[in-house]
Antibody
């Protein structure tokens, strides 16, 4: 069974840093591109970041570029999102999601982890 | 690429059919997916490549469209169809979502 489980969400002060993790199981993690998507409280979905299966290619939303980095450890079936210079508008549930080749949709999502940026 | 969904909300009775539309600000071929999100849950993939039903999704759900105009139709509504529905373009990064359509089942 495919499972994605995020962790690392917390309350952090503006300007602070946080590292989110996503543990994958039930599939060959190294074969799949992965994404991070976030959802502010009561708001819609916002795509945040992409990383290719090998980790060699990454993309970011304009809203986080230069502040967030994405990485993965295929040996440990783990995806990471390093977040720096956090702002109040980064407050959201952060989901990791698996991207499939055909059509590139996100077919599996984790339950999400909550990041709150507040003083 | 901006994605505009309509309506933003709608309500319907059990057994009714509804259609949600999604318009892209530029052509995206058939690179569009639809997701369903129940309150407090992660999104669930319903349709990809504009019209291909994800495995396990009831055939009451169907997607059509290409280029800039797309639609998701749900026929014979069931109580557990109450959710928010999002479209997402997968043609180019950033992979933008529509703003969502909240469906209430009366």
């Amino acid at each position: 069974e495919v499972q994605l489980v995020e962790s690392g969400g917390a309350l952090v002060h503006p300007g602070g840093s946080l590292r989110l993790s996503c543990a994958a199981s039930g599939f060959r993690f190294s074969n799949y591109d992965m994404n991070w998507v976030r959802q502010a409280p009561g708001k819609g979905l916002e795509w945040v970041s992409f990383i290719s299966d090998s980790g060699s290619t990454t993309y970011f939303a304009d809203s986080v570029r230069g502040r967030f980095t994405v990485s993965r450890d295929n040996a440990r079936n783990s995806l990471f999102l390093q977040m720096e210079s956090l702002r109040a508008d980064d407050t959201a549930i952060y989901y990791c999601a698996r991207e499939v080749v055909v059509g590139r949709p996100f077919d599996y999502w984790g339950p999400g982890t909550l990041v709150t940026v507040s003083s | 690429i901006q994605m505009t969904q309509s309506p933003s909300s709608l309500s319907a009775f059990v057994g009714d059919g509804v259609t949600i539309t999604c318009r892209a600000s530029q052509g995206i071929s058939s690179a569009l997916a639809w997701y369903q999100q129940e309150p407090g849950r992660a999104p669930k993939l319903l349709v990809y490549s504009a019209s291909i039903l994800q495995s396990g999704v009831p055939s009451r759900f169907s997607g059509t469209g290409s280029g800039t105009d797309f639609s998701l139709t749900i026929s014979s509504l069931q109580p557990d169809d109450s959710a928010t529905y999002y479209c997402q373009q997968l043609n180019s990064y950033p992979y933008t979502f529509g703003q969502g359509t909240k469906l209430e089942i009366k």
